[in-house]
């Protein structure tokens, strides 16, 4: 399947930069793929679509402040540095620009001094294999030096690292935000909860993968990045109890819908699972774990729009996609939603 099957204008201006004070004031665009219709709403509205006995299914991962910026100890050059993956006692493997100035044994420090790394492996892909030393835990003198590792087409710095959290992230790991759950409010999910819609969880932590472009023309030869997800027993409990009883299952995200068709396909039901998934979901497959997809607007030629084209059709997501471009909504990270119904 060629590429550029999934091609479309999009206008730069329109890729959201900074995210909007209120998180539930975002477009809300409503697909509906029986009767083939689009409606406009915010994205507050979304209750009315949500019906008691429902489930709504939350990516709970939380981002890492994964980008740091410090000075080799020797030399004081400066070096970046964006964790991608922790191992054991302390090792991370990361990228560092510019990676050709480190070498294993190299010592790099941040924060003068409260954060030290020291390079002990060269990794074939060109990523380097650090070992970090510190005073205190570790996630707190993260959360003090580090920045968030928004993606690359966003010029603008994050005033509020927590915008760049979803208002439920709890399970510290991701290295970027599940970007469909940023329009929800704690006031909006208690109303939901009070309409009788039931709340679910899981973890899938975002990496650095969701934004590799895919870079063959035939989509069937991209290779996905692995990622990890956790799928609790209750939660699994939950959603089939829930299908069971005729409730629609309503995933927020994409990361939540790969978490989902993951444990699906690898079990034929909904089951307590753990692991790492390399899932890639584009037509023609067909979606067996979810009834709904609440997302965001993605780039053109992404997996991501690939993902949402198998849920409702290439032909009608990029019917949508022209007339939100129209329409002026707002895309990917901090931009508007879109409901699949």
């Known amino acids: 399947?060629?590429?550029?099957?999934?091609?479309?204008?999009?206008?730069?201006?329109?890729?959201?930069?900074?995210?909007?004070?209120?998180?539930?004031?975002?477009?809300?665009m409503v697909l509906d793929r029986?009767?083939?219709?689009?409606?406009?709403?915010?994205?507050?509205?979304?209750?009315?679509?949500?019906?008691?006995?429902?489930?709504?299914?939350?990516?709970?991962?939380?981002?890492?402040?994964?980008?740091?910026?410090?000075?080799?100890?020797?030399?004081?050059?400066?070096?970046?540095?964006?964790?991608?993956?922790?191992?054991?006692?302390?090792?991370?493997?990361?990228?560092?620009?510019?990676?050709?100035?480190?070498?294993?044994?190299?010592?790099?420090?941040?924060?003068?001094?409260?954060?030290?790394?020291?390079?002990?492996?060269?990794?074939?892909?060109?990523?380097?294999?650090?070992?970090?030393?510190?005073?205190?835990?570790?996630?707190?003198?993260?959360?003090?030096?580090?920045?968030?590792?928004?993606?690359?087409?966003?010029?603008?710095?994050?005033?509020?690292?927590?915008?760049?959290?979803?208002?439920?992230?709890?399970?510290?790991?991701?290295?970027?935000?599940?970007?469909?759950?940023?329009?929800?409010?704690?006031?909006?999910?208690?109303?939901?909860?009070?309409?009788?819609?039931?709340i679910a969880y899981l973890t899938l932590h975002v990496g650095l993968g969701t934004f590799r472009p895919v870079s063959v023309d035939n989509i069937e030869e991209h290779e996905m990045h692995a990622e990890f997800y956790q799928l609790s027993e209750e939660t699994a409990s939950q959603l089939t109890r829930v299908r069971e009883n005729g409730g629609r299952i309503i995933s927020v995200g994409t990361t939540t819908t790969r978490t989902l068709e993951t444990v699906m396909r690898d079990y034929g039901k909904f089951q307590a699972a753990s692991g790492w998934t390399d899932i890639f979901i584009y037509p023609p497959h067909k979606l067996k774990a979810i009834d709904g997809l609440i997302t965001n607007f993605h780039l053109p030629q992404s997996t991501l729009i690939m993902l949402v084209s198998a849920f409702a059709t290439r032909d009608f997501i990029l019917d949508a996609y022209r007339v939100a471009v129209e329409k002026q909504y707002r895309f990917f990270s901090f931009g508007d939603a879109m409901f699949i119904r």
């Not at 590429?3 to 539930?24: G, H, M, N, T």
């Not at 070096?79 to 190299?106: C, F, M, R, Y």
């Not at 928004?150 to 005033?159: A, D, F, H, T, V």
């Open 1 to 28: 399947m060629d590429i550029k099957q999934y091609d479309f204008e999009l206008p730069e201006e329109l890729i959201a930069q900074v995210p909007l004070q209120d998180r539930s004031s975002s477009k809300l």
């Open 34 to 198: 029986k009767e083939q219709t689009i409606d406009h709403r915010e994205f507050k509205e979304i209750t009315q679509y949500l019906k008691k006995g429902d489930c709504l299914v939350l990516n709970d991962t939380r981002v890492l402040p994964a980008r740091l910026y410090g000075a080799k100890a020797e030399t004081g050059g400066k070096v970046e540095v964006l964790l991608l993956h922790q191992g054991s006692n302390d090792e991370w493997e990361v990228l560092i620009k510019p990676a050709k100035k480190v070498k294993a044994g190299t010592i790099i420090s941040f924060g003068d001094g409260q954060l030290t790394a020291e390079c002990t492996e060269v990794l074939e892909h060109g990523g380097r294999k650090v070992r970090f030393s510190y005073d205190g835990i570790f996630l707190e003198v993260l959360e003090k030096l580090g920045e968030m590792p928004l993606p690359p087409y966003i010029k603008e710095q994050l005033s509020d690292k927590e915008r760049y959290q979803t208002v439920y992230a709890k399970e510290e790991g991701s290295a970027a935000a599940p970007t469909a759950g940023l329009h929800f409010t704690k006031q909006l999910l208690k109303e939901i909860e009070s309409a009788g819609v039931e």
